[in-house]
């Protein structure tokens, strides 16, 4: 596989990240998805907003996946200090033939944040 597989950011758009939120605010999922979308994204990686990962505990949450990839979230984002992070996280996972990437070389953050890693989903014989 390379980079022209495409792959999925998904970001959750509902996430208060332990904060109280008013209704007419935006929340700080909104804030991270809004930021992500004004940076130059690598070639090949979809964003997607999704209203709820089921991750309240752990702030701000994210999902990498792809066709025959290992799936993973990761959380405690902040949209104010993690973007760059996960723009870089995005990449590696891109050019990881099956979205492993090797613990040390992921970002900082995703080392010590990763929520869960899903294996790829195997066609039904």
């Known amino acids: 596989m390379s980079k022209t597989v495409p792959i999925e950011l998904l970001v959750c758009t509902s996430c208060r990240a332990g904060r109280a939120a008013p209704e007419d605010e935006k929340r ?3 804030l991270l998805f809004e930021a992500i979308k004004q940076e130059t994204l690598p070639e090949n990686v979809k964003l997607t907003a999704v209203a709820c990962l089921a991750n309240c505990d752990h702030g701000c949450s994210i999902v990498l996946r792809g ?3 290992w799936t993973y979230v990761y959380g405690n ?3 104010r200090q993690h973007v ?3 723009l870089d996280g995005a990449s590696r996972y891109l050019d990881a033939a099956d979205g492993r990437v090797p613990w040390r070389e992921r970002p900082e953050h995703f080392r010590k ?4 890693r899903i294996p790829p989903i195997e066609a039904a014989s």
Request: charged share 25%; hydrophobic share 25%; glycine share 6%.
């Open 28 to 30: 700080q999922g909104t």
């Open 67 to 69: 066709k025959n990839r």
């Open 77 to 79: 984002l902040d949209p």
């Open 84 to 86: 760059e992070t996960i």
């Open 113 to 116: 944040n990763c929520i869960a």
